[in-house]
């Protein structure tokens, strides 16, 4: 079986939402992120097989995104493309279709990414006004019309947002963080330690030019964008501790500085088989290994399933997680990044050293635009391995609905 | 609209254009076919064909008539301009009267009939569509219709000046005719010139139901109420007419007669009826087609539409471009990009940081919505234009590129620099041109570990708008990479000369040296205003001294020494005394002239500098420096930068603004005998 090997990639600046891609849609961003991309890693377009990307709050002019994705940039038009989405590990579940594909002989080269605008969601009507407007338009007499509206309320005229609850259990995503945070008894204190850790790596990421080398430039107007707009260099301890707490706010620990932040951004990888990266005289920086997708009732601990599906894609690696060089996980919450530490000691399925876990920060510092982290995630424990040598990395995220996804790379020369 | 019979009909038995008799719907058609010819233009055989199937069409009496082109792409172009050349005032005005008669024929049909517009309809062969009663037009990208005529010095004499008018109305029908307006299918339906437009696939089918159902034309002439007034009544129209014919005298400045012969003939068509409309058209059209500017811009065109294939040569094979790299996203660099992508490329641009390629990438959206705001691209195929260019800081991105064009300052060594780079990345076949207005293409390569891939591509400002390239081609220069430049050219929708290589090349070194010879002219005490106005009085779009200060003086200065040098003579010293005292150009604080909002006066201090009083007198200055810009140009062509006076009328005239009524300095010298 051919191996699939990540060539590398890009990504967009990941910027707060409303902010300076305001104006940028999802295909703006999507774009922009594969064509960086496919010039880092000097892959022809004409070389592609197929482009996949994840998407979680799709607008619905795009019913295939990654299939605009190619269009838009004029690659050879006879590329096929498809959207996936999982939640948060959407690029997660783009990047492993990219190399089942390619494992499986199916496709050579894939562009797999991930793109989210969470300025531009598309917003939905309360379905009782949406009812009421499909039957009028069906209505054949005036009056008819007239009447299709007579159960609308007031309250009905509002837009709805695009749903935070979990639809199982009625709670949001904080909310549900709220309750992880109190089983596992993570305080308030270590959050806000763990979230001021997330911004002082990012921006010494930053400043030693390592995230810099990931990052290409999007242009808005006349200028460029050019760096994450999220990252707090001034953040403190005492400054954290300040913040009320959002979703709880008698209880709570969970603070707008501990979670992540909306974002908007894009994430692009090139996935290739390792002999046509041979053959195309390109240099893979990673080899996907294995990987696993978990899944945990809702109703439980919802952003749980990375414990569990980081032992399982070591398991299917034949690797333990003393072998496991740097890890990249998504940070939701802060709560969340440490309830899954201490789960998975409690299983006994070993323990994360910090010192290789997100190592340049994570989504608190650097955003979470929900469909491109797994790429930004892979991308990042990509080039950080190639840097240090490493021999085995994993990538996890975790996912709404109780899923969770890992990604075991393993460097090259192996 | 034609002079002379071409060849002897023979070899093809197969008509140009033959009658198909109706089928089970009653629909008969006639089909359009040069068979000599990939192109349907207009000869002596094609309308006797045409007359023949218009006689059966009446004798078989169809219930419609649609009339369609055999050509997979186009309908039917004007008159071949071929045949003009040597033809008397009375071949060409029998000829219009020939395709008068055959369209007369047509359009008193006593059925109606309809034209199948799948491609290009322009000139003579919008006329043969305007004399169908209905109109259908098939919407794909390269599709236009258009009374082009006066562009080539010439009017639309097969009964166009008439049938427009009367279709669309007086006001309308003037400006697609004096503007020479071609107009893309969307366009074409909103100007009431087309019925309807429709998928190329239903386009027969369209056709076929149209000429049931349409019916005979009238003559509506417009329509709001107010057009069919300014088209019908006298005193009104009386009013329309001399506005035009005032607007475009200010336009043409004398120099053109054929838009005001036009106004006339539409003026005495509806008038007087349009029998003398027709009479004032074939008058016309043999005046126009044998006079000197008729026949130097009709020559211009054959020359420039040769060009695209003539240019070729003495080279080699163009290698394929798809992807093109830009190093320098500035003024020229953005414009370069975004006639790549418009031309279907895709590139990859560089600037020195990201900043930079942010304005570029911005100039050129703001090119392409501008281009698609006026029609000239679809506003979908703009987003695509736009999403064909991306670029950083860095040659990411360039290991693929077939071709790439430097555009960064006329700086030799910043040349030499970034050459160095691209040579480090690029694909052993990737041809790399250097966008340079004088720096002669020999020296930028020298220290190249491959200098024979490198070739000059001398864009004009602005890129979009300017239709020419000079390429230049070095000595060792790959044959392959010479005509791909040249090939690129074409794609681009320009038209390319290839010149030798040496400081200026061939058109910055003819330019320089008639500004030189205006330089002097202000040396020996004539006004600067009298030699910029007896240059624009004698047909140039722009006198030479406010030239320099458009192009501003440093640049000038630059390319003036870099000519000067290399021939062993003074440089320009007058511009280089002003850019020191801080007269850069217009809007830099002045250059020869002195600007105040929109009123600009000499500027005192040149003639200060060269210790001079002004004189007021035009006598002879433009007669003389055209004769030096002319002499230039001949010793290019002996000195073998040229390879011939066609190109080298091509280059002043796309390039420079050499006055195309004159038909170029070889063409001029020959006519006044300048050697």
């Given at each position: 079986?051919?191996?699939?090997v990540?060539?590398?990639?890009?990504?967009?600046p990941?910027?707060?939402?409303?902010?300076?891609?305001a104006?940028l849609?999802?295909l703006?961003l999507?774009?922009s992120?594969?064509?960086?991309?496919?010039?880092r890693?000097?892959?022809?377009?004409?070389?592609?097989?197929?482009?996949?990307?994840?998407?979680?709050a799709r607008?619905?002019?795009?019913?295939?995104?990654?299939?605009e994705?190619?269009?838009?940039?004029?690659?050879?038009?006879?590329?096929?493309?498809?959207?996936?989405?999982?939640?948060?590990?959407s690029?997660c579940?783009?990047?492993?279709?990219?190399a089942?594909?390619?494992?499986?002989?199916?496709?050579?080269?894939v562009?797999?990414g991930g793109?989210?605008?969470?300025?531009?969601?598309?917003?939905?009507?309360?379905?009782r006004?949406?009812?009421?407007?499909?039957a009028a338009?069906?209505?054949?007499?005036?009056?008819?019309k007239a009447?299709?509206?007579?159960?609308?309320?007031?309250?009905?005229?509002?837009?709805?947002?695009?749903?935070?609850?979990?639809?199982?259990?009625g709670?949001t995503m904080?909310?549900?963080?709220?309750?992880?945070a109190?089983?596992?008894?993570?305080?308030?204190?270590e959050?806000?330690?763990?979230?001021?850790?997330?911004?002082?790596?990012?921006?010494?990421g930053?400043e030693?030019?390592r995230?810099?080398a990931?990052?290409?430039?999007?242009?808005?107007?006349?200028?460029?964008?050019?760096t994450?707009g999220?990252?707090?260099?001034?953040?403190?301890?005492?400054?954290?501790a300040?913040?009320?707490?959002?979703?709880?706010?008698?209880?709570?620990t969970?603070?707008?500085?501990?979670?992540?932040?909306?974002t908007?951004?894009?994430?692009a990888?090139?996935?290739?088989?390792?002999?046509?990266?041979?053959q195309?005289?390109?240099?893979?920086l990673?080899v996907?290994?294995?990987?696993?997708?978990?899944?945990?009732d809702?109703?439980?601990?919802l952003?749980?399933?990375p414990?569990?599906?980081?032992?399982?894609?070591?398991q299917?690696?034949g690797?333990?997680?003393?072998?496991?060089?740097v890890f990249e996980?998504?940070?939701?919450?802060?709560?969340?990044v440490?309830s899954?530490?201490?789960?998975?000691?409690?299983?006994?399925?070993g323990t994360?050293?910090?010192?290789k876990?997100?190592?340049?920060?994570?989504?608190?510092?650097?955003?979470?635009?929900?469909?491109?982290?797994?790429?930004r995630?892979?991308?990042?424990?990509a080039?950080?391995?190639k840097?240090?040598?490493?021999?085995y990395?994993?990538?996890s995220?975790?996912?709404?609905?109780g899923?969770?996804?890992?990604?075991?790379?393993?460097?090259?020369?192996? | 609209m034609?002079?002379e019979?071409a060849?002897p009909?023979?070899?093809?038995?197969?008509?140009?254009?033959?009658?198909?008799?109706?089928?089970?719907?009653?629909i008969?058609?006639?089909?359009?076919?040069?068979?000599d010819?990939?192109?349907n233009?207009?000869?002596?055989r094609?309308l006797?064909?045409?007359?023949?199937?218009i006689?059966?069409?009446?004798?078989?009496?169809?219930?419609g008539?649609?009339?369609?082109s055999?050509?997979?792409?186009?309908?039917?172009?004007?008159?071949?301009l071929?045949?003009?050349r040597?033809?008397?005032?009375?071949d060409?005005?029998?000829?219009?009267?020939?395709?008068?008669?055959?369209?007369?024929?047509?359009?008193?049909?006593?059925?109606?009939?309809?034209?199948?517009?799948n491609?290009p309809?322009l000139?003579?062969?919008?006329?043969?569509a305007?004399?169908?009663?209905?109109?259908?037009m098939?919407?794909?990208?390269?599709?236009?219709v258009g009374?082009?005529e006066?562009?080539?010095g010439?009017?639309?004499?097969?009964?166009?000046?008439?049938r427009?008018v009367?279709l669309?109305?007086l006001?309308r029908a003037?400006?697609?005719?004096?503007?020479?307006?071609?107009?893309t299918?969307?366009?074409?339906?909103?100007a009431?010139?087309?019925?309807?437009?429709?998928?190329?696939?239903?386009l027969?089918?369209?056709?076929?139901?149209?000429?049931?159902?349409?019916?005979?034309a009238?003559?509506?002439g417009?329509?709001?109420?107010i057009?069919?007034?300014?088209?019908w009544l006298?005193?009104?129209?009386?009013?329309?007419?001399?506005?035009?014919?005032?607007?475009?005298?200010?336009?043409?400045r004398?120099f053109y007669?054929?838009p005001?012969?036009?106004?006339?003939?539409?003026?005495?068509?509806?008038?007087?009826?349009?029998?003398?409309?027709?009479?004032?058209?074939?008058?016309a059209?043999?005046?126009?087609?044998t006079?000197?500017?008729g026949?130097?811009?009709?020559s211009l065109?054959?020359?420039?539409?040769?060009?695209?294939?003539a240019a070729?040569?003495?080279?080699?094979?163009?290698?394929?471009?798809?992807?093109?790299?830009?190093?320098?996203?500035?003024?020229?660099?953005?414009?370069i990009?975004?006639?790549?992508?418009?031309?279907?490329?895709?590139v990859?641009?560089?600037?020195r940081?990201?900043?930079?390629?942010a304005?570029?990438?911005?100039?050129?959206?703001?090119?392409?919505t501008e281009?698609?705001?006026?029609?000239?691209?679809?506003?979908?195929?703009a987003?695509?234009v736009?999403?064909?260019?991306?670029?950083?800081?860095?040659?990411?991105?360039?290991?693929?590129?077939d071709?790439?064009?430097e555009?960064?300052?006329?700086?030799?060594?910043?040349k030499?620099?970034?050459i160095s780079?691209?040579?480090?990345?690029l694909?052993a076949?990737?041809?790399?041109a250097?966008?340079?207005?004088a720096?002669?293409?020999g020296?930028?390569?020298?220290?190249?570990?491959?200098?024979?891939?490198?070739?000059g591509?001398?864009?004009f400002?602005p890129?979009h708008?300017m239709?020419?390239?000079?390429?230049?081609r070095p000595?060792?220069?790959?044959p392959?990479?010479?005509?791909?430049?040249?090939?690129?050219?074409?794609?681009?929708?320009?038209?390319?000369?290839?010149?030798?290589?040496g400081?200026?090349?061939?058109?910055?070194?003819?330019l320089?040296?008639?500004i030189?010879?205006?330089?002097?002219l202000?040396?020996?005490?004539?006004?600067?205003?009298?030699?910029?106005?007896a240059m624009?009085?004698?047909?140039?779009?722009?006198?030479?001294?406010?030239?320099?200060?458009?192009?501003?003086?440093e640049?000038?200065a630059h390319?003036?020494?870099?000519?000067?040098?290399a021939?062993r003579m003074?440089?320009?010293?007058i511009?280089?005394?002003?850019?020191?005292?801080?007269?850069?150009?217009?809007?830099?604080?002045?250059?020869?002239?002195?600007?105040?909002g929109r009123k600009?006066?000499?500027?005192?201090?040149?003639y200060?500098?060269?210790?001079v009083?002004p004189r007021?007198t035009?006598g002879?200055i433009?007669g003389?420096?055209?004769?030096?810009?002319v002499r230039?140009?001949?010793?290019?062509?002996?000195?073998g930068?040229l390879?011939?006076?066609?190109?080298g009328?091509?280059?002043?005239?796309?390039?420079?603004?050499?006055?195309?009524?004159?038909?170029?300095?070889?063409?001029?010298?020959?006519?006044?005998?300048?050697?």
């Amino acid at each position: 079986m051919p191996r699939a090997v990540i060539l590398g990639g890009a990504r967009t600046p990941f910027v707060k939402a409303g902010t300076s891609f305001a104006e940028l849609d999802v295909l703006d961003l999507a774009r922009s992120a594969t064509a960086e991309a496919l010039a880092r890693t000097e892959v022809d377009p004409r070389d592609v097989d197929e482009v996949v990307f994840g998407n979680v709050a799709r607008p619905v002019a795009y019913h295939n995104l990654a299939r605009e994705v190619v269009l838009s940039l004029s690659m050879p038009a006879r590329i096929p493309a498809y959207t996936v989405s999982l939640a948060c590990a959407s690029a997660c579940l783009a990047i492993t279709s990219a190399a089942d594909h390619v494992m499986t002989r199916n496709a050579e080269v894939v562009v797999a990414g991930g793109s989210e605008s969470l300025t531009n969601v598309p917003l939905t009507l309360t379905p009782r006004l949406a009812r009421s407007l499909i039957a009028a338009s069906q209505a054949k007499s005036l009056p008819a019309k007239a009447r299709s509206f007579a159960e609308v309320r007031a309250s009905d005229i509002a837009p709805v947002a695009p749903g935070i609850r979990e639809t199982s259990t009625g709670l949001t995503m904080g909310e549900s963080a709220e309750r992880m945070a109190a089983i596992n008894g993570i305080e308030r204190e270590e959050q806000d330690a763990w979230a001021l850790r997330s911004h002082q790596l990012a921006a010494a990421g930053w400043e030693d030019g390592r995230l810099a080398a990931e990052v290409g430039p999007v242009y808005v107007d006349s200028t460029a964008v050019i760096t994450d707009g999220h990252i707090r260099r001034d953040s403190t301890r005492e400054k954290l501790a300040t913040l009320p707490p959002v979703f709880d706010r008698a209880h709570g620990t969970i603070t707008a500085g501990n979670a992540s932040p909306l974002t908007d951004g894009a994430a692009a990888v090139v996935i290739a088989s390792e002999q046509r990266a041979r053959q195309l005289g390109l240099a893979p920086l990673a080899v996907i290994r294995s990987y696993a997708y978990a899944a945990v009732d809702p109703a439980d601990q919802l952003l749980i399933a990375p414990a569990y599906a980081i032992p399982l894609a070591l398991q299917r690696a034949g690797l333990t997680l003393d072998d496991i060089d740097v890890f990249e996980m998504h940070e939701a919450f802060a709560a969340q990044v440490l309830s899954t530490i201490r789960v998975m000691e409690q299983n006994g399925a070993g323990t994360i050293p910090l010192a290789k876990l997100n190592v340049m920060g994570g989504s608190i510092a650097l955003g979470h635009p929900f469909g491109a982290t797994g790429a930004r995630l892979v991308l990042t424990l990509a080039h950080e391995m190639k840097r240090r040598g490493a021999r085995y990395g994993v990538a996890s995220a975790c996912a709404a609905g109780g899923n969770g996804a890992a990604i075991v790379l393993e460097s090259i020369a192996a | 609209m034609i002079a002379e019979r071409a060849a002897p009909t023979s070899p093809a038995e197969t008509p140009s254009a033959r009658f198909v008799p109706a089928d089970g719907t009653g629909i008969a058609r006639i089909v359009i076919d040069r068979p000599d010819d990939a192109v349907n233009s207009v000869d002596v055989r094609l309308l006797d064909d045409l007359m023949h199937a218009i006689a059966a069409a009446r004798s078989a009496r169809p219930r419609g008539l649609v009339i369609a082109s055999g050509k997979a792409d186009q309908f039917m172009a004007g008159a071949d301009l071929s045949l003009l050349r040597g033809a008397s005032q009375q071949d060409a005005e029998r000829a219009s009267r020939r395709m008068q008669e055959v369209l007369e024929e047509l359009a008193a049909l006593p059925f109606t009939t309809v034209a199948a517009i799948n491609g290009p309809a322009l000139g003579g062969g919008f006329e043969l569509a305007l004399a169908c009663d209905r109109r259908v037009m098939a919407d794909t990208p390269n599709a236009r219709v258009g009374l082009t005529e006066v562009r080539l010095g010439l009017i639309p004499a097969a009964g166009g000046t008439q049938r427009l008018v009367r279709l669309i109305g007086l006001p309308r029908a003037l400006d697609l005719i004096l503007g020479a307006r071609q107009l893309t299918p969307k366009r074409a339906l909103r100007a009431g010139v087309v019925d309807e437009v429709v998928h190329p696939a239903v386009l027969l089918r369209a056709t076929g139901e149209v000429a049931l159902t349409g019916g005979k034309a009238s003559a509506r002439g417009g329509r709001t109420a107010i057009e069919r007034a300014i088209t019908w009544l006298a005193p009104l129209r009386a009013v329309a007419l001399s506005q035009a014919r005032k607007r475009t005298l200010a336009e043409t400045r004398g120099f053109y007669p054929a838009p005001l012969r036009a106004i006339d003939a539409v003026a005495a068509g509806l008038s007087r009826g349009m029998a003398a409309g027709l009479e004032e058209e074939s008058r016309a059209f043999g005046e126009l087609a044998t006079s000197q500017t008729g026949r130097n811009l009709t020559s211009l065109l054959v020359r420039t539409l040769r060009q695209r294939r003539a240019a070729f040569e003495g080279l080699g094979a163009a290698r394929p471009v798809g992807r093109v790299g830009v190093v320098g996203l500035g003024f020229m660099g953005s414009g370069i990009a975004q006639s790549a992508a418009v031309a279907g490329m895709t590139v990859r641009a560089r600037d020195r940081d990201a900043a930079a390629v942010a304005k570029g990438i911005s100039s050129i959206r703001k090119l392409t919505t501008e281009a698609a705001r006026k029609g000239a691209i679809e506003r979908r195929e703009a987003t695509r234009v736009t999403g064909r260019v991306s670029g950083g800081p860095d040659l990411a991105g360039f290991r693929h590129a077939d071709l790439v064009i430097e555009a960064v300052f006329e700086e030799i060594g910043a040349k030499r620099a970034v050459i160095s780079e691209l040579e480090a990345v690029l694909r052993a076949d990737a041809v790399i041109a250097s966008n340079t207005s004088a720096l002669p293409i020999g020296e930028i390569a020298r220290g190249a570990r491959h200098p024979e891939r490198i070739v000059g591509m001398h864009f004009f400002s602005p890129v979009h708008k300017m239709p020419l390239i000079e390429v230049v081609r070095p000595a060792g220069a790959d044959p392959d990479a010479v005509a791909t430049a040249v090939a690129t050219a074409v794609a681009f929708g320009k038209t390319p000369i290839v010149v030798g290589d040496g400081p200026g090349f061939y058109t910055t070194r003819v330019l320089s040296t008639m500004i030189a010879d205006a330089f002097a002219l202000v040396g020996e005490g004539v006004a600067i205003e009298a030699i910029d106005r007896a240059m624009t009085e004698f047909g140039w779009p722009v006198g030479p001294l406010q030239l320099v200060d458009e192009v501003g003086l440093e640049v000038a200065a630059h390319a003036g020494e870099t000519i000067a040098k290399a021939r062993r003579m003074d440089g320009p010293g007058i511009v280089a005394s002003l850019a020191d005292e801080g007269f850069r150009g217009k809007a830099r604080g002045g250059g020869f002239y002195l600007y105040e909002g929109r009123k600009r006066t000499a500027n005192p201090r040149v003639y200060a500098i060269l210790g001079v009083t002004p004189r007021a007198t035009t006598g002879g200055i433009a007669g003389r420096l055209t004769t030096t810009f002319v002499r230039e140009a001949q010793r290019c062509l002996e000195e073998g930068i040229l390879r011939s006076a066609d190109e080298g009328d091509l280059g002043a005239v796309l390039g420079l603004g050499f006055p195309p009524f004159l038909g170029g300095p070889f063409t001029y010298a020959r006519e006044r005998g300048i050697s």
